[in-house]
């Protein structure tokens, strides 16, 4: 009789923590291969923290960023949309204001939302300055309460905007963000309220910076840059140990959501003197599997046993999941949305994917990937097809377009449909009528009127101390 009321009452402890909201934090590292981690058998990278996180989640064999570059892809986590139709088509490019986002709507539901490392999604280029308070497409523009923000890439002892008040910081930046995103974290536990928390380090973007202790196992490396690469990662993956622990100290853990995943395929080998990609054909800037295909863990201790899944997913996947899991309205997403929810996975297979991953980048490159099959355009006004079978040829290497016939038909008709439609899209014909569609302008941070009176200190520091010429040089051109 005791055992049984022990099993009832830990029923229904067991269902009363489901039905609380979950605290949800997005993690994203910038440029890291799908083959750069340990448990990949990366042949110097440990990642001792994404392997546990990894054996105590649901870790994809088949995770894709939505676009081979950074800023397209951050897009299409807020949006569940692919890229081109935001208006992000390439680096650089601002989110457009129009679209419904996901900080919006878990804003709406009750969470308080903080935004923590690069941000890269309001048009302006060149390595990461402070994200002014008056952005008009800064984090807080698009949902966000709380924000440490960078415009791009951050490396050692960084200078970021606390919703727009400039902070100098000292050490790593991973580490120095993942502190910060624990106090949100923190506080928002203490006052009883379910976070959303997005964690975007800069590493291992190039250049690289990393700290003495971190480079020492790469020594052997014989590029310094190689070593540092690396060493950035070795940094990340520590700040990964730091979350995990701070949710278990804080009594979170077990309801908190961690979605971990890169925004890129890795760089080339030439540059960091190592595979990145795990043997795949491409790198980040291509459609092939290099380029798209990048690590991705969903830790939820309450939630998920731990597996490995072949279940092809993508960074669309990410708003439509969520939404799902807390039960609210589509009406907080566009009515054309390219991902799609992979609630039910999160507990078991579910066999194959039903809607197929669509990839649309830089206005002219497409792909479509349904479950084993893919095919590629890489460029949509030339009538030239590459399809490959990725359960037989991962690599890419014997293109099947002319010799599947049937298959082949059927996702370029796919394609060719789903082009049509993002070019709607870029038109703007998603968005509500009356709405004064407008697409920002992307430029360098140093054609920006609101930086100019930051530049003189902006030159004194080693991050900026290059672009100074750049800018001088501007400034000519402006004169012709």
């Not at 457009?96 to 308080?112: F, I, N, S």
């Not at 949100?184 to 190039?206: M, R």
């Given at each position: 009789m005791?055992?049984?009321?022990?099993?009832?009452?830990?029923?229904?402890?067991s269902?009363?923590s489901?039905?609380?909201?979950?605290?949800?934090?997005?993690v994203?590292t910038?440029?890291?291969?799908w083959?750069q981690?340990?448990?990949?058998?990366?042949?110097?990278?440990?990642?001792?923290?994404?392997?546990?996180?990894?054996?105590?989640g649901?870790?994809?064999n088949r995770?894709?960023?939505?676009?081979p570059v950074?800023?397209?892809?951050r897009?299409?986590v807020?949006?569940?949309?692919?890229n081109?139709?935001?208006?992000?088509?390439?680096?650089g490019?601002?989110?457009?204001l129009?679209?419904?986002?996901?900080?919006?709507?878990?804003?709406?539901?009750g969470?308080?939302?903080?935004?923590?490392?690069?941000?890269?999604?309001d048009?302006?280029?060149?390595?990461?300055?402070?994200?002014?308070?008056?952005?008009?497409h800064?984090?807080?523009?698009?949902g966000?309460?709380?924000?440490?923000?960078?415009?791009?890439?951050?490396?050692?002892n960084?200078?970021?905007g606390?919703?727009?008040?400039?902070?100098e910081?000292?050490?790593?930046?991973?580490?120095?963000?993942?502190?910060?995103?624990?106090k949100?974290?923190?506080?928002?536990?203490?006052?009883?309220?379910?976070?959303?928390?997005?964690?975007?380090?800069?590493?291992?973007?190039?250049?690289?910076?990393?700290?003495?202790?971190?480079?020492e196992?790469?020594?052997?490396?014989k590029?310094?840059?190689a070593?540092k690469?690396h060493?950035?990662?070795?940094?990340?993956?520590?700040?990964?140990?730091?979350l995990?622990k701070?949710?278990?100290?804080?009594?979170?853990?077990?309801?908190t959501?961690?979605?971990?995943?890169?925004?890129?395929?890795?760089?080339?080998?030439?540059?960091?003197?190592?595979?990145?990609?795990?043997?795949?054909?491409?790198n980040?800037?291509?459609?092939?599997?290099?380029?798209?295909?990048?690590?991705?863990?969903?830790e939820?201790?309450?939630?998920?046993?731990?597996?490995?899944?072949?279940?092809?997913?993508?960074?669309?996947?990410?708003m439509?999941?969520?939404l799902?899991?807390?039960?609210?309205?589509?009406?907080?997403?566009?009515?054309?949305?390219?991902g799609?929810?992979i609630?039910?996975?999160?507990?078991k297979?579910?066999?194959?994917?039903?809607?197929?991953?669509t990839?649309?980048?830089h206005?002219?490159?497409?792909a479509?990937?349904?479950?084993?099959?893919?095919?590629?355009?890489?460029?949509t006004?030339?009538?030239?097809?590459?399809?490959?079978?990725?359960?037989?040829?991962?690599?890419?290497t014997?293109?099947?377009f002319?010799e599947?016939?049937?298959?082949?038909?059927?996702?370029?008709?796919?394609?060719?449909?789903?082009t049509?439609?993002?070019?709607?899209s870029?038109?703007?014909?998603?968005?509500?009528?009356?709405?004064?569609?407008?697409?920002?302008?992307?430029?360098?941070?140093?054609?920006?009127?609101?930086y100019?009176?930051?530049?003189?200190?902006?030159?004194?520091?080693?991050?900026?101390?290059?672009?100074?010429?750049?800018?001088?040089?501007?400034?000519k051109?402006q004169?012709?």
């Amino acid at each position: 009789m005791f055992k049984y009321c022990c099993l009832i009452f830990s029923f229904f402890l067991s269902l009363s923590s489901f039905a609380e909201k979950p605290n949800i934090v997005l993690v994203m590292t910038d440029d890291q291969g799908w083959g750069q981690t340990g448990y990949m058998n990366h042949p110097l990278l440990k990642t001792p923290n994404l392997n546990a996180m990894a054996a105590n989640g649901l870790r994809f064999n088949r995770f894709y960023a939505a676009a081979p570059v950074c800023s397209p892809t951050r897009a299409s986590v807020f949006t569940g949309r692919a890229n081109d139709r935001t208006g992000v088509y390439a680096h650089g490019y601002a989110i457009r204001l129009e679209e419904k986002t996901l900080p919006q709507a878990l804003k709406k539901a009750g969470y308080a939302t903080g935004h923590f490392g690069k941000w890269h999604l309001d048009g302006l280029r060149g390595p990461g300055i402070p994200v002014l308070a008056d952005d008009p497409h800064s984090p807080g523009a698009i949902g966000f309460d709380e924000w440490l923000t960078v415009t791009n890439f951050f490396d050692l002892n960084p200078v970021m905007g606390r919703k727009g008040t400039f902070e100098e910081f000292k050490g790593d930046s991973s580490e120095i963000i993942v502190d910060e995103a624990l106090k949100f974290i923190k506080t928002q536990k203490e006052a009883n309220k379910p976070s959303f928390t997005v964690i975007w380090y800069g590493s291992p973007h190039n250049p690289f910076h990393a700290l003495d202790k971190d480079i020492e196992p790469f020594k052997n490396l014989k590029d310094k840059n190689a070593q540092k690469h690396h060493a950035e990662i070795r940094a990340m993956d520590r700040s990964v140990g730091t979350l995990r622990k701070a949710l278990r100290d804080m009594g979170i853990a077990d309801n908190t959501i961690i979605w971990f995943n890169s925004d890129n395929g890795g760089l080339k080998s030439k540059e960091v003197e190592l595979d990145s990609v795990g043997g795949l054909r491409g790198n980040k800037g291509t459609m092939y599997e290099g380029g798209l295909r990048v690590p991705g863990i969903i830790e939820w201790p309450a939630k998920i046993q731990a597996r490995i899944t072949d279940y092809p997913a993508s960074t669309m996947d990410i708003m439509p999941t969520i939404l799902d899991l807390l039960d609210l309205s589509s009406e907080n997403m566009l009515s054309v949305v390219d991902g799609a929810s992979i609630k039910p996975l999160l507990t078991k297979e579910v066999g194959p994917r039903q809607k197929p991953i669509t990839f649309h980048y830089h206005k002219n490159q497409a792909a479509i990937i349904d479950n084993n099959y893919k095919i590629l355009q890489l460029n949509t006004s030339k009538d030239k097809y590459e399809l490959y079978d990725l359960a037989k040829d991962p690599n890419e290497t014997k293109n099947l377009f002319n010799e599947n016939s049937e298959i082949s038909k059927k996702l370029k008709a796919q394609l060719k449909s789903f082009t049509v439609s993002v070019g709607k899209s870029i038109a703007g014909s998603d968005y509500p009528n009356g709405i004064e569609f407008k697409q920002a302008t992307r430029k360098f941070w140093y054609e920006s009127e609101h930086y100019k009176e930051y530049f003189e200190d902006f030159w004194k520091r080693p991050e900026y101390k290059n672009w100074k010429k750049k800018y001088e040089n501007y400034l000519k051109n402006q004169k012709k």
